[in-house]
């Protein structure tokens, strides 16, 4: 009886141990976490600040993108296609496009001249692209 109640007496103390040391573990791993969590969240209110940053700088571009190219109007086609496909696999495309001014050439005529130079200089620099290689 006596081994018996020794043994009750130690086996407590050991549990009392290994639930003080878990306690230990759990706030440890708990404050861990907190400053992490912390450290993660102020990294992403970092980059939600530069990306408002940058989707402003978007917006007033793209709202001054036809004064920029005023004196360019045989080109301004081909320049505003250049100029929105630069975001090709971007999500910011669909907002951009949506405040970019239309395409407008004047008449047909002029749209057929804007087409056939953009086809003349895309079929020169394939060819030169050839030569190259």
Do not use: W
Request: glycine fraction near 0%.
């Amino acid at each position: 009886a006596q081994a018996t109640d020794a043994c009750l007496a130690c086996s407590d103390a050991h549990e009392q141990e290994v639930f003080a040391r878990l306690a230990v573990t759990k706030v440890d791993a708990h404050l861990r976490a907190s400053t992490e969590l912390a450290e993660k969240q102020a990294f992403h209110t970092q980059v939600e600040a530069h990306l408002q940053e940058l989707v402003a700088e978007q917006k007033a571009m793209d709202k001054n993108f036809k004064k920029e190219f005023a004196d360019a109007e045989p080109f301004y086609s081909k320049i505003l296609h250049l100029y929105r496909s630069r975001f090709a696999n971007s999500s910011l495309v669909a907002a951009s496009t949506s405040e970019m001014p239309a395409e407008r050439p004047r008449n047909s005529r002029q749209l057929s001249h804007i087409n056939s130079n953009s086809r003349q200089s895309d079929i020169a620099g394939s060819e030169q692209l050839q030569a190259v290689h």
